[in-house]
Nanobody, 127 residues
Framework: QVQLVESGGGLVQAGGSLRLSCVTS????????MAWFRQAPEKEREFVAV????????SYTDSVKGRFTISRDRAENTVYLQMNNLKSEDTAVYFC????????????????????WGQGTQVTVSS
């Protein structure tokens, strides 16, 4: 059973920073591509960033490029999302998700490709 536990959300002023954490298992990090999605009220779930199971490749949605960084710490079995220069439009519930390493990379931004999801953590950016 894959478990994903997010933390690190909160309230921050525009221009500030937050770091989200997703704790899982070693087996999950070795077998799954790990991603962050977000969902604002009355909007569809949106891809934010992903790191390949091998740790060799990352991908971001255009709106966060240059501001957000996804990384992982194998010693801590944790995936991070460092968010800098936050904007009000970044306000959402952020979810950690895992897709099998066999997932075609071109489909990696599609939510239905992910088998496992965390409970979510709220990020609120005040302007």
């Amino acid at each position: 059973q894959v478990q994903l536990v997010e933390s690190g959300g909160g309230l921050v002023q525009a221009g500030g920073s937050l770091r989200l954490s997703c704790v899982t298992s070693e087996r999950t990090l070795n077998s799954y591509n790990m991603a962050w999605f977000r969902q604002a009220p009355e909007k569809e779930r949106e891809f934010v960033a992903v790191i390949r199971w091998s740790g060799t490749t990352t991908s971001y949605t255009d709106s966060v490029k240059g501001r957000f960084t996804i990384s992982r710490d194998r010693a801590e079995n944790t995936v991070y999302l460092q968010m800098n220069n936050l904007k009000s439009e970044d306000t959402a519930v952020y979810f950690c998700a895992a897709a099998p390493k066999s997932t075609i990379w071109g489909w990696i931004q599609i939510p239905s490709r992910y088998n496992y999801w965390g409970q979510g953590t709220q990020v609120t950016v005040s302007s």
